[in-house]
């Protein structure tokens, strides 16, 4: 049997990286959790993938935290405390939209927009060429990019997703999917505490927030939204077997760049190996100044 994440973890998470509400103007809410507000240092928004949530960032946070970096982590539309978007099937429009809101709630100026699998998507649309937020995303980061399967050619390959998704969900529910995550999400060399860790986040996810985050993997298409408008770098763990590092080198190749490999880490690789994430991000955050 697995074993728990231990309550001592949980409370690091509370001491260190507690969640809270931001309020937009429309209603909605959006659960951040944040390290290092009032630094000086680069700021970094991170955006987590479809089984997972702001708590993920934990260790990478606290990395960056030490080295002068402000960070906030959302729980995307449907996560956590977030309030989900509207529409049943939206699009990477609608997480961008709920992006800029909580950008504009927090006042953030300049900041570097970090995207891990899932996230990807909401990034990638954030950074676009004729977005709004463009000109406040000093750089942007892919890590394991979800592509998405809403590019033509691919209708095969979304309907086999969505009902393999969908099947998953109601035939074994979140508990099930979370016992077993790490055993794809992480590569077989991580430590027990992440796969804790990996277990944990996914046990906390909303099945209706899940379900609208499914048809936006279904529908989406990073690619379109790419070279973005701002600098940018890719990365991907080594032995991802998730978005492999062939299908990350892709969209690398489509920004006019090589992909960077993160060695001995699977799909989750800021979870897996903080460090090298960590340094990366500092890495990007020194080449915008």
Same mark, same amino acid.
Do not use: K
């Given at each position: 049997m697995n074993a728990p994440l231990a309550?001592?973890?949980?409370?690091?998470?509370?001491?260190n990286f507690a969640a809270r509400g931001v309020a937009l103007p429309g209603g909605e809410v959006v659960s951040v959790r944040e390290c290092g507000a009032g630094s000086t240092?680069?700021?970094?928004?991170?955006?987590?993938?479809?089984?997972?949530?702001?708590a993920s960032w934990l260790d990478t946070a606290l990395l960056l935290q030490a080295q002068g970096a402000r960070v906030i982590?959302?729980?995307?539309?449907g996560y956590g405390a977030s309030t989900p978007v509207v529409p049943a099937q939206p699009t990477a429009a609608d997480y961008a939209q709920r992006l800029q809101g909580l950008v504009d709630a927090l006042d953030l100026e300049q900041f570097v927009l970090v995207g891990h699998s899932l996230g990807a998507i909401t990034a990638g649309h954030a950074a676009r060429p004729g977005s709004p937020l463009a000109s406040r995303i000093g750089r942007l980061l892919l890590i394991s990019p979800a592509a998405g399967y809403g590019a033509p050619g691919k209708e095969e $390959? !979304?309907?086999? @997703?969505?009902?393999?998704?969908?099947?998953t969900l109601h035939n074994e529910g979140v508990a099930a999917m979370a016992a077993k995550a790490d055993q794809r999400l992480l590569s077989a060399n991580a430590s027990e505490l992440a796969r804790q860790w990996v277990r944990w986040n996914m046990g906390r996810l909303h099945e209706a927030g899940y379900a609208q985050?499914?048809?936006?993997l279904c529908g989406a298409d990073l690619l379109a939204d790419l070279p973005p408008a701002v600098p940018v770098h890719v990365?991907?763990? $080594? !032995?991802?077997? @998730?978005?492999?590092?062939?299908?990350?080198?892709?969209?690398?190749?489509?920004?006019?760049l090589q992909l960077e490999l993160l060695a001995d880490a699977g799909?989750?690789?800021?979870?897996?190996?903080?460090?090298?994430?960590?340094?990366?991000?500092l890495r990007e955050a020194a080449n915008q100044a």
């Open positions: 309550d001592s973890e949980l409370a690091r998470l509370e001491a240092g680069p700021v970094f928004v991170c955006l987590h993938g479809i089984g997972s949530g702001a982590a959302w729980d995307a539309p $390959a !979304q309907q086999r @997703v969505r009902l393999q998704r969908f099947a985050a499914v048809e936006l990365a991907c763990g $080594a !032995q991802d077997v @998730v978005t492999t590092p062939e299908s990350c080198a892709v969209v690398a190749r489509r920004c006019g799909h989750a690789s800021y979870v897996e190996q903080p460090q090298a994430v960590a340094a990366l991000l």
